[in-house]
């Protein structure tokens, strides 16, 4: 029996659904495709989590990507694909199955048709949908059945039927009402992995705010039902009283670390790695601007490697604010953005992983996260270094570099995976935007590589193909304009950035364009390219 939408009997325990949000919905009539069945997105070319697989290495193989660098000269524009009531575009596609899966900042989530882009369905959740999209199968009593997964900026994790976009179930991971998922969640042998942030240290702006009192986690629910099989909170202490200010505000710590990022499975020793961001409020812990594995099981915390200590920040300290710490205490906000990547060198397992300081770092997982190298590609500040995603391939890895508010912002770093020694660096192309606010060459979005090629798009609203030999640009392209789209919806392009690489698929390269975060323009269209 249901009521609005939602089974009677879990209304207590999921999110219900009334009116237009909640559920699948019909497509306009532009470009809405003709009836055909879902093919099983586990065969033929994909990419299917936020990072291109467990490890969150953003590499596709050339069986995958079945595009090369001697193509790439050839690529060109084959549709463009509006999101509508949406003032930028964060998230980054899913193919699987020959459709296409992406959210928007309207909270609508689309699936489309992966050539041609035209819509077979659209479902619109609570808030807006910036996560990447997960799919994997259930079993049903025709056989066997598909799900996507995605979260959404006010904490609810969703899963759809990848057919029909019908809501399966849906559940708020966090109750503080600033609480907010903005890394793509993960699924791994039945259990969906979310990680948990928050907008609390903006909040913290409003000085009449009693700053602060959210604790990132990682959830780990049953990727059928969506109940909770565990949650580990980053700070395992909840917030206490600390001293008011003197303009009266009461404070709360410790506060903090949330978790941005995609989390990372390590399969063969049976952990989840997840990095986490800087603290709002002290007293300082151990367990932020770092990574930390968790046993897969139980949640149990195996190990952290804190990289950065003593980074206690909120947004609004340049002025007199009574939610800022102690001018000691006061930290430069160099947490992770990007999600850890599993990779291996020499036989040798690592931990890569780019932070805002700056500072690529290699990590020992056998050795509770140790460093093994390091390596400097930017300066880093609250918008500057390795913002959203790197990426590694069997010989190398590489960091893109913000730092909007330098002299030289951008350009591309390939540094060795068994030394952490410097390879080549691209610098920034001229920006191809006109001059003026957000037009710069930071490259603060996350990158994709393929065999011969990182792709890497640009705040100045171009996207890049890199030589992997020597970073020479071999195939780029202006998004700074307007485009007719197969869907009727006005849309034009600008900054690349966020947490929204690239996704190359059977030939594809498709990409997010108008990201409207920090010092970003803002636009509303995803472009798909494609080889003659």
């Not at 559920?23 to 069945?37: D, F, H, I, N």
């Not at 980054?92 to 928007?104: C, D, E, I, N, Y």
């Not at 020694?421 to 192309?429: E, I, K, L, S, Y």
């Not at 409207?516 to 636009?523: C, D, F, L, T, V």
């Amino acid at each position: 029996m249901t009521k609005n939408g939602c089974s009677i009997a879990l209304a207590s325990l999921f999110v219900c659904f009334s009116g237009v949000a909640g559920g699948a919905q019909l497509p306009a009539a532009v470009g809405r495709c003709a009836s055909s069945p879902l093919a099983d997105p586990s065969n033929g070319p994909r990419w299917t989590a936020w990072g291109g697989g467990l490890t969150n290495t953003r590499f596709q193989p050339a069986d995958q990507a079945r595009l090369t660098a001697v193509q790439l000269p050839n690529l060109k524009l084959k549709w463009a694909f509006g999101f509508a009531n949406a003032n930028t575009a964060y998230a980054q596609p899913t193919v699987a199955g020959g459709r296409l899966f992406v959210g928007s900042a309207s909270g609508a989530v689309y699936s489309l048709d992966a050539k041609t882009g035209c819509t077979y369905w659209t479902f619109t959740a609570q808030a807006g949908v910036r996560t990447g999209i997960a799919v994997g199968s259930r079993k049903v009593a025709s056989g066997e059945a598909y799900t996507v997964y995605f979260g959404d900026g006010g904490a609810h994790a969703y899963a759809l039927d990848a057919a029909t976009g019908d809501l399966l179930w849906a559940r708020r991971v966090d109750d503080h009402p600033t609480s907010r998922i903005t890394g793509s969640p993960t699924l791994y042998q039945g259990r969906l992995f979310v990680p948990v942030a928050s907008g609390e240290e903006a909040a913290a702006r409003n000085t009449k705010y009693p700053c602060c009192t959210f604790r990132g986690s990682l959830v780990a629910l049953d990727a059928v039902t969506g109940a909770v099989a565990w949650k580990t909170y980053t700070i395992s202490e909840e917030a206490k009283s600390l001293a008011k200010s003197p303009a009266g505000v009461q404070r709360f710590g410790p506060s903090g670390a949330g978790i941005w990022s995609s989390p990372t499975i390590d399969v063969k020793r049976r952990v989840v790695y997840v990095a986490t961001g800087n603290m709002y409020t002290e007293p300082q812990q151990k367990t932020s601007d770092a990574v930390m594995a968790l046993d897969l099981d139980s949640g149990k915390v195996k190990w952290v490697s804190q990289v950065t200590p003593k980074d206690v920040f909120v947004v609004g300290c340049d002025v007199p604010n009574p939610n800022c710490p102690p001018a000691a205490e006061l930290g430069p906000d160099f947490d992770f953005g990007n999600a850890p990547m599993l990779a291996a060198s020499s036989g040798r397992d690592m931990i890569v992983i780019g932070q805002k300081s700056g500072i690529g770092w290699g990590l020992d997982p056998d050795k509770a996260g140790a460093v093994m190298w390091q390596y400097r590609a930017g300066k880093g500040s609250t918008l500057g270094g390795m913002e959203w995603g790197s990426a590694v391939d069997g010989e190398r890895a590489y960091f893109p570099n913000s730092d909007p508010r330098e002299q030289q912002p951008g350009g591309l770093h390939a540094v060795r995976l068994d030394t952490g020694d410097r390879v080549w660096f691209a610098p920034p192309p001229p920006p191809k935007c006109a001059a003026g606010a957000g037009c710069t060459a930071a490259q603060s979005g996350a990158i994709t590589v393929i065999p011969g090629v990182v792709f890497s798009g640009s705040f100045d609203g171009a996207i890049r193909g890199y030589s992997t030999r020597d970073g020479s640009v071999i195939w780029e392209f202006d998004t700074n304009r307007e485009f007719d789209t197969v869907n009727g919806v006005k849309a034009k392009g600008a900054s690349i950035g966020g947490a929204a690489g690239p996704t190359i698929v059977d030939g594809m390269v498709y990409v997010s364009s108008g990201y409207g975060g920090p010092a970003g323009r803002a636009g509303n269209v995803l472009l798909a390219f494609g080889v003659d």
